[in-house]
């Protein structure tokens, strides 16, 4: 079966436990953020461009002292 949900590094569409792992926090944090997301039947699904995207825009800039 061909699928975009692949164990490999650069998967275009990521559910739930991906997305959370690839942002680096826990799955009902992940539930709690205003991220763009497809829900087919009972299945949420994140574009991994946009979980880049969002990731980018949401990084605070400035120095770390």
Excluded: H
């Excluded at 944090?29 to 829900?39: F, S, V």
């Amino acid at each position: 079966m061909n699928t975009l949900l692949s164990q490999g590094e650069n998967e275009l569409v990521l559910n739930r436990r991906q997305a959370a792992e690839f942002l680096k926090i826990g799955i009902s944090t992940l539930g709690k953020l205003d991220i763009p997301k497809t829900l087919i039947r009972r299945r949420i699904l994140y574009r991994r461009d946009i979980l880049e995207k969002w990731l980018k825009e949401n990084t605070e800039k400035g120095e770390v002292k």
